[in-house]
Nanobody
């Protein structure tokens, strides 16, 4: 079992920055892939950025060059640094971890980009 708890969301003006953190606990040594997803009402949850056990990263085209995913050495904190935020980045952001065929999700944190 893996538990994920996000923090760091909020309201920011266009062009601003936010840093999301995800605290992971449980059998984190078995995690093969971690990432951040986002979702708006009535829309599918979409991948924002991911990081695998070899530290290979993947980003959605819409966030490349603006967002950076990283982790600490203990693999118990996952961070999403978001710069140059746009109104279209507004969504609930979810931390995700995968062990084998099992997906684990955090409760989500709201990010609102608005003037």
């Amino acid at each position: 079992q893996v538990q994920l708890v996000e923090s760091g969301g909020g309201l920011v003006q266009p062009g601003g920055s936010l840093r999301l953190s995800c605290a992971l606990s449980g059998t984190i040594f078995s995690i093969e892939n971690m990432g951040w997803y986002r979702q708006n009402p009535g829309k599918e949850r979409e991948l924002v950025a991911s990081l695998n056990s070899r530290d290979s990263t993947n980003y959605a085209d819409s966030v490349k060059g603006r967002f950076t995913i990283s982790r600490n050495n203990a693999w118990n904190t996952l961070v999403l640094q978001m710069n140059s935020l746009k109104p279209e980045d507004t969504a609930v952001y979810y931390c995700h971890g995968r062990v084998g065929w099992t997906d684990y999700w955090g409760q989500g944190t709201q990010v609102t980009v608005s003037s």
